[in-house]
Nanobody, 116 residues
């Protein structure tokens, strides 16, 4: 089992920045894909972006150019740097990891609120 703990959420004004962290612990052999998702109030969870083990990243069109994902492999940590935040970025942000041995784990989420 892999446990994920997100942190870094909070209240920020539109145009501001936040950096979220997600630390993985437990039975980790290799984490192939580390992703971020978000869920706005009353809406379905949506994919934000991912980073693969080779460092390749991909992002949803809604955040491209504003958000960036990085990882510290040795620390089993993935980061989500969010810049130029908009009120529509408000939601609970979740970390997901897919790895060797059928690992597919979710964190509890961290709340991001962007005020206008």
């Amino acid at each position: 089992q892999v446990q994920l703990v997100e942190s870094g959420g909070g209240l920020v004004q539109a145009g501001g920045s936040l950096r979220l962290s997600c630390v993985a612990s437990g039975s980790i052999l290799r984490l192939d894909v580390m992703s971020w998702y978000r869920q706005a109030p009353g809406k379905a969870r949506e994919w934000v972006g991912y980073i693969r083990s080779g460092g390749i990243t991909n992002y949803a069109d809604s955040v491209k150019g504003r958000f960036s994902i990085s990882r510290d492999t040795a620390a089993n940590t993935v980061y989500l740097q969010m810049n130029s935040l908009k009120p529509e970025d408000t939601g609970v942000y979740y970390c997901n990891v897919i790895g060797v041995g059928g690992i597919n784990s979710w964190g509890e989420g961290t709340l991001v609120t962007v005020s206008s």
